[in-house]
């Protein structure tokens, strides 16, 4: 198992890559970390793999059924890898009612699990991807939950928790921006009262009319 080496407000790369297949396609084609991210709100969640327990009853299906809340929350796209190819993916993504919510971003040669260290070995499984969820704001990380190691692991990064830490870092945001306009607010004040009192102190500063006789 790699420790993981990703971290809060770390840049995912431009050249990290998935495999797509979408509905209808035979062959896979690549899809670059900068398509997927540049630009965009994107929550992603990794799973351990595709067919599995806890991701079949649980995880998939609850970011399936939480879309709606998580694009009211201005999120763009909403995606789900695993260290799986995108055919496995493809097929088990389309047991799930609704599941085109979802991007499905195989990554069987562990291009964005491998630079961030976000890989496990299972028993008589093999080398898969920690169970995982991050939002990601124009390339940069800004939420990240990560699972302990295991097939089972899964408290922290499931769309509830998701939305509870959207709606955190909203606030801040808000309360952040909210204090900015206030001190601007006063700051225009206080210059209008200044240049007021300049006005009266200072006859020369006043406007004169100039009539013709």
Same mark, same amino acid.
């Given at each position: 198992?790699?420790? $993981? ?7 995912? $790369? ?13 062959? $896979?084609? %690549?899809?670059?970390?900068? %398509? ?57 993504? %389309?047991? !799930? ?11 069987? &040669? ?5 630079? !961030? ?5 299972? $028993? ?6 920690? /169970? ?16 302990? *190691?295991? @097939? ?6 499931? @769309? ?10 909203? !606030?801040? &945001? ?9 001190? /601007? ?17 200072? *006859? ?10």
């Amino acid at each position: 198992m790699s420790t $993981p080496r990703v971290k809060l407000n770390d840049k995912v $790369p431009d050249n990290l890559y998935f495999s797509v297949l979408n509905k209808g396609e035979d062959i $896979p084609h %690549e899809v670059s970390s900068a %398509e997927i991210f540049k630009g965009k709100k994107v929550v992603i969640f990794g799973i351990p793999g595709a067919f599995t327990s806890v991701c079949s009853s649980k995880h998939l299906p609850q970011f399936i059924d939480k879309s709606k809340d998580l694009k009211a929350k201005g999120v763009d796209t909403i995606a789900c890898t695993a260290v799986n190819d995108s055919y496995v993916l493809r097929e088990w993504a %389309e047991t !799930f009612k609704n599941s085109s919510e979802i991007l499905m971003l195989g990554d069987a &040669e562990m291009s964005f699990h491998g630079y !961030f260290g976000l890989l496990q070995k299972i $028993p008589l499984i093999g080398s898969r991807g920690q /169970r995982f969820s991050m939002y990601v704001d124009d390339g940069v990380i800004k939420v990240l939950n990560i699972e302990e *190691p295991g @097939p089972l692991s899964y408290k922290i990064s499931g @769309p509830e928790h998701m939305l509870k830490d959207l709606k955190n870092l909203g !606030f801040t &945001e808000k309360v952040v921006t909210k204090i900015v306009k206030v001190v /601007r607010q006063h700051e225009i004040k206080h210059e209008i009262g200044v240049e007021n009192m300049d006005k009266e102190n200072n *006859p020369s500063k006043k406007k004169w009319t100039w009539v013709d006789c």
